[in-house]
C-alpha cells in the first residue's frame, strides 16, 4: 500500500518538475506553455513535432524557430541526415527514431555499435543504458508527448547532474 502511495506522489510530482525544467532550460518562455500544454495532449506526436521540441531543448537554434514552426525543425533533421529521406513530417514519431534526434542533437557519445552505426535501433539502445528510456521495451511504439516530455526531463537532468 505505501510502495502504491509513493508511486502516485511521484507521478504527481513529475509533471510539475518536468515543466520547469522545461522553461528554464529553454530560452522560449512566452507562449511555451500553451504549446506544452498541447503536446502534452497529443498521443503520438508527429516527427516535426518531436523533432522541434527536442532541438529547442538541446540548444540547437535560439531563436525560437523550431518550436514556433516544427517544419523547420523536421527539415533541419533531415538535412542532418537524422532522419531518413523518405520521413514525412506529419508520420508519428516512433520511440527508436526519436532516440537517433536525441542522441545526434545532445551530441551524446555512444557506445561502440552507436558510434559505428549510427542508427536509430543502437540509438534507442543507448538511451535505455542511460536510463533515459525506461518502462519502453519496444523501440517501434509511437510515442506520446507525455512520454516525450518525460524522457527529455530524465536527459536534462542526467546532463545537469552526470
Not at 17 to 41: C, M
Not at 64 to 80: C, S, T
Not at 107 to 123: I, M, Q, R
Amino acid at each position: 500500500m505505501m510502495q502504491i502511495h509513493i508511486r502516485k506522489l511521484q507521478q504527481s510530482i513529475v509533471l510539475p518538475v518536468l515543466l520547469l525544467t522545461i522553461f528554464l532550460t529553454s530560452p522560449l518562455y512566452a507562449g511555451t506553455a500553451g504549446k506544452l500544454e498541447a503536446l502534452l495532449d497529443k498521443n503520438p506526436v508527429t516527427l516535426s513535432e518531436a523533432a522541434a521540441l527536442i532541438l529547442e531543448a538541446s540548444g540547437i537554434q535560439n531563436d525560437a524557430q523550431f518550436f514556433n514552426n516544427p517544419l523547420y525543425a523536421f527539415l533541419y533533421a533531415k538535412e542532418k541526415k537524422w532522419l531518413s529521406e523518405k520521413s514525412a513530417h506529419n508520420e508519428y514519431a516512433r520511440l527508436d527514431r526519436i532516440a537517433l534526434i536525441i542522441m545526434r542533437s545532445f551530441e551524446l557519445k555512444g557506445g561502440v555499435f552507436f558510434s559505428l552505426v549510427k542508427s536509430p535501433h543502437y540509438a534507442y539502445r543507448e538511451l535505455v543504458y542511460k536510463n533515459v528510456i525506461r518502462n519502453m521495451p519496444d523501440p517501434h511504439v509511437f510515442v506520446s508527448g507525455k512520454d516525450l516530455l518525460l524522457i527529455i526531463s530524465r536527459l536534462l537532468s542526467m546532463k545537469e547532474n552526470p
